[in-house]
């Protein structure tokens, strides 16, 4: 069979003007002609950043990344993109994960590139690079930055879940400032991503179940040289991918998605999964809704014990099999003929693993929790949707009702929360507008609320929370999140107002407020939107082009591909 010829070939190979420009270029840093010309070219989209901790290791991982490539015969070209600090970034670091996604598109598809390697960790990074090279669609693999190593303090295991913990804890007494000072200093012990199954260790796991890294991505420790290893051998496998001309769109089936919803629903992975795989689905073309997160999960019983659904930690997860040896139990309700980086079907990723800690990675027959998944809510309170996680809810609160206590904004919720005067009972349900992709903007994560200070008092511990936001994937208790339409755009969330009496039936499936259609109907008539529009930037174009929650929250003009060919020279 002819090998197909190289993309970067347009630029290395030309002759004349333009083929000695691109050439001459990259001379400069002292490469030899022979190092980049037909070769397969590939780039190492990079998001270290010391603004991004959960990444700031990324450049020793780049170089096990690009030693792995030169040993496979390829050329390396490490390139930065916007890096997303998801503890640092205000007003949220999902505002730009769109952005972010474009930097990575229009980096790929305007250099020389022949595949690329894509080295993510935190939260958002993951996703947008993904969204971004799906857009492009050349040989991609995926290198995740792995996980910190378990917290100590004073002789217990933490992890980022305990934060709520503490400061629950601080707020009644039970903690000062210095055991909280301790405790600051003893939780992030190491380089890498959050410690529990949050948010950037379920898209890790995303990434070795929808088949775009090698196994065992999803959870060797950040510190553990092993990490190191599997970027070398990343570098080798995505020279061989661009030969085989192995792209984004002959592994991103509809099976593989539906791989990723059952391992994350058996995971107990982050509610942010859902938001971030739609987004990935529109990139790719593969119809993709919110049914499908109930249709396929809810079948699957929760296997993994880990925080904040378990007690584990992301290291113990590791050493325990780590996600082989899960998918391993869960054979049988996978696609495991779908393909993946490797070449092979996803079979061969976990059909000789082993599990070596049954108290961590249950069986399907013997699950830690019959109750996996994310649940997702219809209603006249979301009529396209809201989701709710519940392996981390109480399940006293799973049938539910109660009166609204409502906040306009997180201005409103932050002033009123702790006031004596509230008028709020262990029944009541906190309902909190405005925090969705257009009105805060950037749907942050603000929806696992503060319980009222007088009832934590009392020992009330968790409460029925609503929001059109976010919640981290470290969160947990009954939080019901990304309520569709958002209030910003006139959704029924809108309209809700204090006393107003609301029914969760999560066996059914409902999130209701008890109001008739023509009193919802006559509150709409009535309804003005104060959302404040940025003038200028590129928070203008988020909240002027950003979908709903139930589409992903893209821009609407990026779902789709461009494709890889550039038509026009530069000089």
């Not at 930690?313 to 998918?327: I, R, T, V």
């Not at 349900?429 to 319980?451: D, Q």
Request: hydrophobic residues 40%; aromatic residues 6%; negative net charge.
């Amino acid at each position: 069979m002819q090998e197909k010829e190289l993309r970067s070939s347009g630029w290395f190979g030309r002759k004349g003007k333009d083929g000695f420009i691109y050439r001459a270029w990259m001379k400069n840093q002292g490469i030899p002609e022979h190092e980049f010309k037909g070769k397969p070219i590939i780039g190492i989209c990079n998001t270290w950043s010391e603004l991004t901790p959960c990444n700031a290791h990324f450049k020793e991982l780049a170089q096990s990344v690009k030693n792995g490539i030169f040993e496979a015969g390829g050329f390396p070209v490490e390139f930065p993109v916007m890096s997303l600090g998801e503890t640092l970034m205000k007003p949220t670091a999902m505002l730009y994960r769109n952005l972010v996604s474009m930097d990575v598109e229009e980096s790929i598809r305007a250099n020389p590139l022949d595949g690329v390697v894509l080295l993510c960790g935190c939260d958002k990074t993951t996703p947008a690079l993904i969204m971004g090279a799906c857009s492009v669609n050349i040989p991609t693999i995926v290198v995740s930055g792995g996980s910190m190593l378990t917290g100590k303090f004073r002789g217990k295991d933490i992890g980022t879940s305990d934060i709520w913990r503490f400061f629950a804890d601080h707020q009644t007494g039970q903690m000062n400032d210095e055991d909280m000072y301790t405790a600051e200093a003893c939780l992030a012990r190491s380089q890498g991503h959050c410690a529990v199954m949050g948010t950037a260790s379920s898209m890790a796991c995303m990434v070795e179940s929808l088949g775009l890294s090698l196994p065992q991505n999803a959870a060797i420790p950040a510190a553990d040289s092993r990490r190191k290893v599997l970027a070398h051998l990343s570098g080798n496998r995505i020279v061989d991918m661009v030969r085989e001309d192995l792209k984004l769109t002959d592994i991103l089936t509809k099976e593989a998605f539906e791989n990723a919803i059952i391992v994350n629903a058996a995971i107990g992975g982050s509610t942010n999964f859902i938001i971030h795989l739609l987004a990935i689905a529109a990139r790719i073309g593969v119809d993709l809704t919110m049914d499908d997160f109930n249709t396929t999960a809810r079948q699957i019983s929760l296997l993994a014990n880990l925080q904040p659904s378990g007690k584990y930690f992301m290291e113990d997860f590791f050493y325990a099999g780590g996600l082989p040896a899960l998918m391993k139990e869960l054979h049988g309700k996978l696609h495991s003929d779908t393909i993946t980086v490797s070449g092979q079907p996803m079979l061969r990723n976990y059909e000789n693993s082993e599990c070596y800690n049954r108290d961590l990675i249950a069986t399907l027959d013997e699950p830690f929790n019959p109750v996996a998944g994310i649940a997702v809510l219809r209603g006249n309170l979301c009529e396209n949707g809201a989701v709710l996680k519940p392996s981390a809810a109480s399940s006293h609160l799973l049938q539910h009702t109660g009166k609204a206590v409502v906040f306009e904004n997180i201005e409103d919720f932050n002033k009123r929360i702790n006031d004596p005067e509230l008028d709020v009972e262990e029944s009541s349900v906190l309902v909190l507008k405005n925090v969705g992709p257009r009105g805060y903007p950037g749907m942050p994560e603000v929806g696992n609320m503060l319980i009222p200070k007088k009832l934590m008092d009392i020992g009330v511990t968790d409460m029925v929370r609503i929001s059109d936001g976010r919640m981290s994937g470290t969160g947990f208790g009954t939080v019901i999140l990304h309520v569709s339409p958002e209030a910003a755009v006139g959704g029924t969330l809108a309209i809700v107002q204090n006393g107003d009496v609301i029914v969760l039936d999560y066996k059914a499936g409902q999130l209701n407020v008890q109001l008739s259609d023509e009193e919802i109907a006559a509150r709409k008539e009535k309804f003005v939107n104060n959302t404040h529009i940025a003038q200028r930037g590129y928070v203008h174009l988020y909240q002027t082009h950003v979908d709903q929650a139930h589409l992903g929250a893209d821009l609407d003009f990026l779902k789709g591909s461009s494709g890889s060919k550039v038509i026009r020279d530069s000089h």
